[in-house]
């Protein structure tokens, strides 16, 4: 059964940096996109970062400068380096990854959600 795990949310002061991993279990064939989603209470879940098997990248216009998503492939790995972090970042994070089960299905599957609050 594919899992993804989440972990590296917290409490930050604004300015302030958090690091959040996902890792998908080793029941899996390979790893499409890769990406990052955030919800704020009251809001629509929206499209933070992507990063393809190929290693490109995009950004909302909202973190460009001040997050950095990155993988590594070889531990079924997505990162996000967040930095200079705002209020208005607070959110609960998901990850998100295409990718190929051992049955060669290819599917969307999602994190469980983490808590990022960045205080004022």
């Known amino acids: 059964q594919v899992q993804l795990v989440e972990s590296g949310g917290g409490l930050v002061q604004a300015g302030g940096s958090l690091r959040l991993s996902c890792a998908a279990s080793?029941?899996?064939?390979?790893?499409?996109?890769m990406r990052w989603y955030r919800q704020a209470p009251g809001k629509q879940r929206e499209l933070v970062a992507t990063?393809?098997?190929?290693?490109?990248?995009n950004y909302a216009d909202s973190v460009k400068g001040r997050f950095t998503i990155s993988r590594d492939n070889a531990k079924n790995t997505v990162y996000l380096q967040m930095n200079s972090l705002k209020p208005e970042d607070t959110a609960v994070y998901y990850c998100?990854?295409?990718?190929?089960?051992?049955?060669?299905?290819?599917?969307?599957?999602w994190g469980q959600g983490t808590q990022v609050t960045v205080s004022s």
């Open positions: 080793k029941s899996i064939f390979s790893i499409n996109t």
């Open positions: 998100n990854a295409n990718l190929i089960n051992l049955a060669k299905d290819t599917g969307d599957y």
């Open positions: 990063i393809t098997s190929g290693g490109t990248t």
